[in-house]
């Protein structure tokens, strides 16, 4: 344990200094040993062939996806979960699963959402958007007089509206059978993300009173831009929809006064996603799910069994969640909110916003790259201004991440080949800002076609 500690105590204090994208070349898998090598062999191997191999991910640079590190709290309390190994599904036999709960009123408090929300922890926004995608189908069931969890969906006539809904959507629609294709894209506002919410009232008039799903977004990857939740919600009142809310990220706009008022309306939702490992920084995996219809929750996820409380009369998670058996992953967001409470983290999103804005800045200056959307939040959607098509752009990405100073995704926007930088790691100051315009100024693209 000593070396392990260590270990990770050394990489911990060179965040700073690892690269934040590798590039992994063919990989030569070990033989399965016949005698094992035992843990300190396994231990020096492991630090010796494979942790040279792992990217910086965590650390202030890396601004791909919408990724966040681990603050200190996070990291301590995320050992102490191994170590006491919790099943956090069962209320009766260990504090764990009280302990989740705790940690979703302080979520429910942090977010500003009414306290009658059920909520709880799944792996991430994946997951979470498949619970309220789930809860909206048997939702829309009920409206039709079907019991989809006991009798299936064959006959359910189902679609899910959205503006910009993230990929994982699609993928949560693909492994419920609700089917990719079922997804009606609703057009956004000019020059935006959002959705235009005169045509999704266009759409929803066109149904004549079926019932859908309309996955509203707080935060998109590419923009961080916010549908009106306020103004979606009041459609509730004239026509029939679930509305689920993916704020993977931005939820955690409720922290700031400065970002706040994209939050209003939120407490319309009938489900929510929020990731915890994005911008908390707590470790993966972690993300909730919340949503103001517990006893439907109940209805799709209950397990059944002998040897199992009553579901009818059982608070037990394994009644409510897609597992049985679950990682008492709530711990370590409970202790960094512990640790370092509302006014900490509002502090970490106030700052990366602070951080992108000064990149935006540069870039609307700059000779050479333009900027594509207004930095709303944590999100500068960019491109070089000299870039003929997809392949030259990700040649350039790749000179970068080889630099090993930033690392950024790629991303097609409005039909443009861009890049995205996320700002949502604990330590990203603005040194690394002024790093990151360093490498932009060193590292131009090669190519000289000049953008439409």
């Avoid at 934040?20 to 005698?35: E, F, T």
């Avoid at 709880?120 to 969890?149: H, K, P, Y």
Wanted: glycine share 8%; proline share 5%.
């Amino acid at each position: 344990m000593a070396r392990v500690h260590q270990a990770a105590a050394h990489h911990l204090t060179r965040q700073e200094l690892q690269a934040p994208g590798k590039r992994v070349g063919p990989w030569q898998a070990a033989d399965l040993p016949a005698q094992g090598r035992g843990a300190h062999e396994t231990l020096r191997y492991f630090l010796e062939q494979v942790a040279p191999h792992l990217n910086g991910s965590a650390g202030p640079r890396y601004f791909g996806f919408v990724t966040g590190g681990a603050t200190p709290a996070s990291v301590v309390r995320d050992w102490l979960v191994s170590t006491f190994d919790q099943n956090a599904c069962g209320h009766n036999d260990s504090a764990a699963p009280l302990i989740e709960q705790q940690t979703i009123d302080f979520f429910k408090q942090l977010f500003g959402l009414p306290s009658d929300f059920f909520g709880s922890f799944v792996t991430g926004a994946t997951q979470s958007n498949a619970v309220g995608l789930a809860l909206g189908r048997e939702w829309v069931g009920e409206q039709q007089g079907m019991d989809i969890s006991n009798e299936g969906s064959q006959r359910l006539a189902l679609r899910v509206a959205s503006g910009t809904a993230h990929s994982s959507v699609y993928k949560a629609m693909s492994f419920l059978g609700m089917g990719r294709h079922h997804l009606i894209s609703i057009d956004t506002l000019p020059h935006r993300e959002a959705v235009d919410v005169a045509r999704l009232e266009t759409y929803l008039q066109s149904l004549n009173g079926t019932p859908v799903i309309v996955v509203a977004n707080a935060g998109t990857v590419n923009t961080a831009d916010f549908d009106d939740l306020e103004a979606i919600g009041q459609l509730k009142q004239t026509y029939p929809f679930w509305m689920h809310v993916d704020a993977a990220f931005g939820g955690f706009a409720a922290l700031s006064p400065d970002f706040r008022h994209w939050m209003k309306g939120i407490e319309h939702a009938d489900s929510i996603t929020i990731d915890a490992h994005k911008w908390l920084n707590v470790p993966y995996d972690a993300a909730m799910q919340f949503t103001r219809h517990r006893g439907l929750q109940l209805k799709v996820f209950q397990n059944s069994a002998a040897y199992l409380s009553d579901p009818e009369q059982s608070p037990d998670y394994f009644h409510y969640t897609p597992e049985n058996s679950r990682r008492w992953r709530a711990l370590p967001s409970w202790f960094t909110l512990m640790a370092y409470g509302q006014e900490g983290h509002r502090e970490i999103v106030e700052r990366n916003c602070a951080c992108a804005r000064q990149l935006g800045d540069w870039i609307a200056a700059s000779a050479d790259y333009q900027l594509l959307a207004p930095v709303r939040m944590n999100i500068v959607c960019f491109a070089p201004r000299h870039v003929s098509d997809r392949a030259a752009l990700h040649a350039w990405l790749a000179r970068i991440r080889d630099d090993g100073r930033v690392f950024f995704t790629p991303t097609i926007y409005k039909g443009f080949p861009a890049v995205r930088a996320a700002f949502s790691n604990w330590q990203t100051s603005a040194h690394d800002v002024q790093i990151t315009i360093d490498v932009l100024n060193q590292l131009l693209p090669h190519n000289a076609s000049p953008t439409v």
